[in-house]
């Protein structure tokens, strides 16, 4: 770990620091939100704490970021216009939660009904 709390060869922590462009929609002293690369829906947005966390499985003990974290996802769905619809929150761990960056992010999906299946 980097004395500013991120990971060497993480690309979100590279996204968060803004050595890799993204398409930001939210951040705060916590919190970056940004554009999933690859959506999955019409509004498909990424949101995770600045500090490297690898993912929910090692947050349960700072309850204060986790809350910062949901709190902005829910934000960003309603700047994203999608209260009145409907959208969904995901975070995925681990090898069977089919998480392929290990850095917490909060996936913010709606625009479109989305399957009521999760797996
Ligand atoms: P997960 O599989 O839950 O770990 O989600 C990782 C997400 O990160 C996927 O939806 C990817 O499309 C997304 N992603 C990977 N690289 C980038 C990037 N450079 N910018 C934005 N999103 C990315």
């Not at 050595?19 to 970056?32: F, K, N, T």
């Not at 700072?62 to 974290?69: A, F, I, P, W």
């Amino acid at each position: 770990m980097n004395s500013d709390g991120s990971a060497p060869g993480c690309i979100f922590c590279a996204i968060i620091s803004g050595e890799i462009p993204s398409d930001r929609v939210y951040a705060d002293d916590q919190v970056v939100a940004f554009r999933d690369i690859d959506p999955q829906a019409p509004s498909h947005v990424l949101v995770a704490p600045r500090r490297h966390v690898a993912s929910i499985d090692e947050l349960k003990d700072d309850q204060e970021l986790l809350g910062r974290v949901m709190a902005a996802a829910v934000t960003v769905a309603q700047t994203e216009n999608l209260a009145e619809t409907g959208y969904r929150l995901a975070t995925n761990h681990g090898r069977d939660g089919a998480q392929s960056v290990a850095h917490l992010h909060i996936h913010v999906l709606g625009g479109r009904a989305l399957s009521g299946r999760l797996g």
